[in-house]
């Protein structure tokens, strides 16, 4: 009952921390994050008792799934230079890094032991830094970048970190064998993934309603995980493929409830887990501080060399990595997005925190050994994981948004607003040419369709004024004006009409369904 009591103090304050955040001006995760730390030291707050071995499949799976949603597969494509060298050969060498300064200074801490650290320390946490790099207004480029970071270095920390904690565990490496479990996780992660996401289409299309539809998609990320992993595959990379693949196949222009049904309801449930999932990052101090009984100040100068390791690996990795990525991409003129200024490599390298993932993957060491031995240097490596986790995520996701406005690192507004108008035009002479096709099929009065034109022309007109000249966008800016008044006496006659309708729940007789028969079909007017 007191995990539960827990569970929901959590959820409330992943509800809260959104217009909290927004008010003091700091990132939701941060300070959801500095919410746990706080209840940690309170007396009356219960230590978190979740079975290690379910945080994983129970957080990432919808956290990455929504993440996804943001994105698509062409981003993926043209990003995919960058990406490999941050979300695969950066995690390689900060592991091997952190694993070669850990095993120096810890003693009796063996090399597998030290991997498994540098392991579960590499990966930079694609939901802290998508939540608090898109908070703070950067570039889209630079958010995309760290999205797929994120996304793929996953993949590559916790394959790196099972092929560790076995050799730790077992007391044996191969290097083949380690090679051959990468290849196999991902091969068999996206054959599920593409297997299950064609399935998933096949059952939406049975389906048909909008509120099933969407609840089958809460259900896909968690099976493509659980599934993946049954079959020594990689569950994050299944998650990532079956997400980038319904995005490119389920895409239906008039399926406008489902879309406005699917990304409220996601948009929810990103929200809610992100809160648990950062909340439990401070609430686990409890357990963290209780392993540093009798050497707490020794074991806190080992977290501050390993975070010096981390911090300063990523940047000596970035400049040159960005240098190389602006090469490539001038020589080939490939369309990719890259940082454009040492600026913006700056902010991606202080925007590099750990979050859930390394907290799931250091609560999930084992605790003995097959020989029957306590695991090498288990406490050691949750206090040192847990140093990393607060200092990246806590002190740079607080001054993140600071470097940010020094730096003066924005969105490029221009490219965005272009692009913009370049879609209203589009989509305005889109519905030009097929109201000119119906013409040619069908007769309508001369003032009916005047009123068709203009309102194919209001259609770009709306999405962005700046399409039109001066005159035009004055008489439009009039049409508005008086859209708007209309607009508003139509809600306020609609409003009277739900009352009246709502109000008739509670008259004697009357049925229930009925009354939310007719008022769904008043909300789906009030909607169009």
Known sequence: MEQMSLLLLLLLGAVV???????????APVLMTLIGIAMAFMPFVPNV??????ILPALLPPLLYATVQRTSWRQFAANRRPIFLLAVALVFVT???????ANAIVPGLPIAAAVALGALVAPPDPVAATAVAG????????????????????????????????????GTFSLPEAFGLLVLSAVVAVAVGLALGWLTIKLMNLLGDATLQVGLTLLVPFVAY???????????????????????????????????????????????????AFGLIG?????????????????????LAIVGVVVGVRLLWLLPATWLAKRLHTRRDVSEEIPTSWRETVVMWWAGMRGVASVALALAIPLETDDGQPFPGRDEIIFIAFAVIMATLVFQGLTLPWLVRKLRVRADTEAEEALE???????????????????????????????????????????????????????YAQRAERFKAVSRVQRE????????????????????????????????????
């Open 135 to 170: 908070s703070v207004g950067l570039p889209r480029r630079l958010v995309s970048i760290l999205e797929g970071e994120g996304l793929f270095n996953d993949v590559t920390a916790i394959v790196l970190y099972h092929v560790a904690i076995a050799a730790a565990v077992s």
């Open 283 to 303: 609430l686990e101090l409890h357990s963290v501080f209780g392993t540093a009984d009798g050497h707490a100040l020794e074991m806190v100068g080992w977290g």
């Open 95 to 101: 592991t091997a890094a952190v694993a070669a300064v």
């Open 493 to 528: 006659m609609m409003s009277a009409a739900r009352h009246e309708v709502l109000s008739a729940r509670s008259e004697p007789g009357s049925d229930p369904e009925v009354v939310d028969r007719v008022l769904r079909y008043l909300d789906f007017r009030s909607l169009r």
């Open 421 to 475: 108008r370049d879609l209203a035009v589009r989509a305005a002479k889109a519905a030009k040419y097929r109201l000119k096709e119906i013409q040619e099929v069908e007769e309508f009065p001369e003032e009916v369709m005047e009123r068709l034109q203009r309102a194919a022309y209001d259609i770009g007109a709306r999405i962005s004024p700046d399409m039109v000249d001066e005159e035009r966008r004055e008489a």
């Open 17 to 27: 921390t959104v217009p909290l955040g927004d008010r003091l001006g700091l990132p």
């Open 49 to 54: 008792d979740i079975p290690p071995e379910i």
């Open 226 to 276: 659980v599934l993946a992993e049954e079959l020594m595959g990689s569950g994050v990379l299944a998650v990532l493929t079956v997400a980038l693949f319904l995005a490119e196949h389920t895409a239906d222009a008039d399926d406008v409830l489902g879309r406005l049904t699917g990304r409220t309801f996601w948009d929810i449930v990103d929200t809610l887990v992100t809160g648990v």
